[in-house]
């Protein structure tokens, strides 16, 4: 009984053997194959996705619309992986380096300067650079690697001809009429035979006197000489005392040489002030030069600065604004006062020094006002000199009330003569007292023989 059950035990395991022999070769091994396979293509698009992201960071097109990621490579087995899915980083859906990351988008703000657009007047256009050279200019020569004939040893002064005399040259350079910067390249020329490539450098030490000439519309118009480096910068020929005092350290401009002539006159047309400025081929620039919008804007690129043999013609103004005439008469290149005449029944006649543009109530009140008990208060007679020569004389309605106008509070000009008369009262007792003093001498003869009989 023992046998069969043993028998069948034995046959249990034989069995076994008989089905696994029966199984397909390297089952499991195939499994796992697959595997390692879909691993690596994970970690491998996982390495790539940041550097796919980087390089199309760094593009400089716009950047395109967002695109699903691609789904991921599977296996060729059919067999179900026991992997937990990988979420994989796409070329889209990467982070970008942050070094890169202002590229990313080229068209993003940045800060901007604002720049003024560049004037069209010739006015703004000259700079200190486009200083003519000429005679009497104190220059000095740097140059390189010549000790001997840089520094102090290269300073020279440029004769009355428009030439220099250097060392080493045989003959005199003629600078007259060149930039510092033309001049430099005409000198590097002139030593090339001595000096290999030679570098050299002019500099301004001194400049020479300017001689301006202001005419038109000023006070006292001529020749006037300035100088830009010395003392002052604003010398009148003959009158030191107009120069402002100081020491110059730019270019005296247009206000200054119209200060130097004793300011502008009343009549003198500021919108259309010409400069001109003549040229070393004999040609002559005109520079139209608007100083209203210096005084009511602060345009200050109006204030041209002057070079020697430059002419400032003020024009006469064919139309004269009283609001302006206001402004106009407050401008530092207009004269502090002018002298006004105020006679006849006031309480101070004479001479009265006012301000540019004051009115006619504000002189009658700088007098004193009127005389109370024989003035004619309702009008005055205003005379006015003209430049010609000639007088106008003209009745004016007196309104203390009123602004500046032309018909009862002009604006004054320097040199008028305001005539105050008497009212009708004042010339009636005027003229008997006129007729009546004799008759009083007469009456006075006789209180002197009565004073002699009563004493006696």
């Known amino acids: 009984m023992k046998a069969p059950a043993n028998s069948s035990q034995t046959s249990q395991p034989q069995s076994e053997q008989r089905r696994s022999a029966t199984r397909p070769p390297y089952r499991g091994s195939h499994l796992s194959f697959f595997k390692a396979v879909s691993c690596s293509t994970v970690v491998f698009l996982a390495l790539i996705a940041p550097l796919a992201g980087q390089a199309q960071t760094t593009t400089p097109a716009a950047p395109l619309p967002a695109t699903p990621p691609p789904p991921p490579i599977a296996p060729t087995n059919t067999t179900p992986s026991t992997t937990p899915p990988t979420n994989v980083p796409s070329a889209q859906s990467a982070p970008a380096d942050p070094a890169a990351a202002p590229a990313a988008n080229p068209s993003a703000p940045t800060p901007s300067r604002v720049e003024l657009p560049r004037s069209d007047n010739p006015a703004v256009r000259f700079s200190e650079e486009e200083y003519l050279l000429g005679p009497g200019d104190l220059i ?3 140059i390189f690697d010549v000790p001997e004939l840089s520094g102090a040893n290269g300073r020279h002064v440029i004769l009355i001809d428009g030439t220099v005399n250097l060392p080493w040259l045989d003959r005199p350079v003629s600078l007259q009429g060149l930039t510092l910067r033309a001049a430099s390249q005409k000198l590097q020329s002139a030593y090339s035979p001595f ?12 400049a020479r006197t300017l001689r301006v000439n202001v005419v ?19 010398i ?9 005092g100081g020491t110059a350290n730019q270019w005296p401009t247009v206000t200054q040489a119209i200060q130097s002539a004793g300011g502008i006159t009343q009549l003198a047309d500021l919108r259309d002030v010409q400069l001109r400025r003549p040229q070393p081929d ?3 620039d005109q520079i139209t030069v608007n100083l209203w919008e210096l005084i009511r804007t602060g345009q ?25 005439a206001l402004v106009t008469g407050s401008a530092s290149f207009a004269p502090a006062t002018m002298l006004i005449n105020v006679v006849g029944e006031v309480q101070a006649p004479g001479t009265v020094e006012v301000a540019p543009n004051t009115s006619l109530n504000q002189a009658l009140l700088t007098a004193g006002g009127f005389d109370n008990q024989r003035a004619r208060r309702s009008r005055v007679e205003l005379i006015r000199l003209n430049p010609d020569g000639t007088a106008t004389r003209r009745e004016v309605q007196v309104d203390l009330a009123a602004g500046i106008n032309e018909e009862t509070n002009p604006s004054l000009r320097e040199f008028d003569t305001i005539v105050v008369g008497r009212s009708g009262i004042t010339r009636t007792s005027d003229t008997l007292e006129t007729i009546f003093r004799p008759l009083g001498s007469i009456f006075g003869i006789f209180n002197v023989f009565d004073d002699l009989f009563n004493d006696n």
Not at 301 to 324: F, G, M, Y
């Open 300 to 324: 200050i690129q109006q204030d041209v600065a002057l070079r020697d043999r430059d002419t400032l013609v003020i024009p006469k103004a064919s139309t004269i604004n009283p609001d302006e």
């Open 236 to 244: 009148l020929v003959g009158d030191a005392s107009v120069a402002g």
């Open 282 to 284: 004999g040609s002559v």
């Open 195 to 206: 000096i290999r490539e030679p570098r050299i450098t002019v500099n301004l030490i001194t």
């Open 140 to 142: 000095g020569l740097e």
């Open 216 to 234: 038109g519309e000023v006070k006292r118009p001529g020749t006037y000489i300035i100088s830009p480096e010395g003392r002052t910068n604003q």
